[in-house]
């Protein structure tokens, strides 16, 4: 279909677009008499639409030249469709079972029409905060982080390949810069868009801005954000980005893609797990104080981190005389020096990992975009005691992290607090 400029769609012109557009059209029978459409965009940036007729069904997803939980009063480039788009074509054709198929994209719409992820699918964050138990989510979740990030890395591809790549992902400026912003520097100052539970954590977040030791560890992280082009991440992969059920693992939303630190990805997702955790006692009731869900969080948190080494160093032994250029057999040709560099290579992704995880705990908490898993305690001074809790333990996790040397010690630590 040719498009001339960008113009915004609702459910009417949707349908005309639909029927212009046969790799959409197709996915319906290119049937139209029965279409039902919802718009389900609950998140920050974008319009999301749901068509399902008796043939079939689709999502379309547009950009919107600004962030829709601000407004026009904070723009945004809309190019971040692209991005989003290449990154589902390559961490799809990476690991096809857990990222959802993309049928179309144009680019002068901002628009990425894919698979649309039918009941029982649902947001893995209100499966949290519902208390549903997930049996295969740290299998499927360390699967899609160990495949997407190894065989994006220099472990699989040549310097050439590899910075060929990071080239097609460096015009997501705007996406990393909002990042830059809104995890590592606004919730260490005052800032405008900052918020917290008032006035029971205003000791708690002027506490974080007058912390010292937090800032050069956050500063430490942020120069590893901006300067590390270690493999083609996600980006954004909290809880709000994942669809599950039972048997399915679904990411989506990776629109902040672009080439960076590991950690990021595995940080995001384990510290989202780790403020779940420690939202559960919100929502205890007479009927269930959700103690043995917390057991399962705990229990998912190690699981996910302990597959996943397994699934990466398993891909690192499989091609280890591939084409990847990080460590050149030539160079690394005895076994005892290949064991030497893969624990160094896994202890400082391991410290990676619980670094950004911790800062993105505390964005969630004193900055701009807050969870559901807090945001739905109805009672402020009950969710100040959760916030304050994963709050605490996340400025120790930062500033300690290399003190840790396992996942277990770290589902220890989080235990005794929460016992405190």
Not at 330 to 359: V, W
Request: contains cysteine; aromatic residues 10%.
């Amino acid at each position: 279909m040719a498009i001339d400029s960008f113009r915004p769609l609702d459910e009417k012109s949707l349908v005309g677009y639909i029927k212009a557009t046969p790799s959409l059209a197709s996915k319906l029978g290119n049937q139209f008499d029965d279409l039902q459409i919802k718009e389900v965009g609950d998140g920050n940036l974008n319009f999301v639409y749901i068509i399902i007729n008796s043939d079939g069904s689709l999502v379309v997803k547009q950009a919107l030249p600004y962030i829709r939980c601000i407004g026009e009063s904070w723009p945004m480039t809309r190019e971040r469709a692209y991005f989003e788009a290449t990154a589902l074509k390559e961490h799809g054709r990476l690991c096809p079972d857990h990222v959802p198929e993309v049928f179309h994209f144009d680019r002068a719409m901002s628009l990425i029409g894919m698979r649309y992820l039918e009941p029982p699918h649902i947001i893995l964050r209100k499966g949290l905060i519902a208390g549903i138990k997930y049996p295969l989510l740290a299998a499927h979740i360390s699967e899609y982080m160990a495949r997407t990030l190894f065989f994006t890395s220099l472990l699989y591809r040549t310097t050439t390949e590899h910075k060929q790549a990071i080239a097609e992902f460096c015009g997501n400026v705007e996406l990393c810069r909002l990042t830059e912003q809104v995890v590592f520097s606004d919730p260490y100052k005052i800032s405008q868009y900052n918020r917290w539970t008032s006035p029971y954590l205003d000791h708690d977040a002027k506490a974080v801005r007058e912390d010292n030791t937090l800032k050069l560890e956050i500063a430490e992280l942020k120069s590893m954000f901006c300067e590390r082009a270690q493999a083609l991440i996600h980006g954004d992969l909290h809880t709000g980005s994942i669809m599950v059920t039972h048997e399915s693992t679904q990411v989506i939303d990776p629109e902040f893609a672009f080439y960076g630190p590991m950690g990021f990805d595995i940080g995001a997702f384990i510290g989202n797990l780790i403020l779940a955790f420690f939202a559960q006692h919100g929502h205890a009731d007479q009927e269930n104080d959700r103690k043995d869900y917390e057991v399962w969080i705990l229990r998912t948190i190690e699981e996910t981190w302990n597959l996943f080494h397994q699934k990466f160093t398993a891909l690192w032994d499989e091609h280890k005389d591939g084409p990847g250029e990080a460590y050149l057999p030539a160079i690394y040709n005895n076994p005892d020096l290949q064991l030497l560099i893969k624990q160094k290579y896994m202890e400082d992704l391991f410290h990676d990992t619980l670094g950004f995880g911790a800062a993105k705990m505390i964005r969630r908490i004193v900055g701009v975009a807050h969870v559901e898993d807090f945001e739905s305690i109805a009672d402020a001074a009950k969710r100040a005691e959760c916030e304050r809790k994963a709050l605490n333990f996340a400025k120790m996790l930062m500033k300690e992290r290399r003190k840790f040397h396992s996942i277990t010690e770290v589902v220890s630590a989080i235990h005794n607090l929460e016992a405190i």
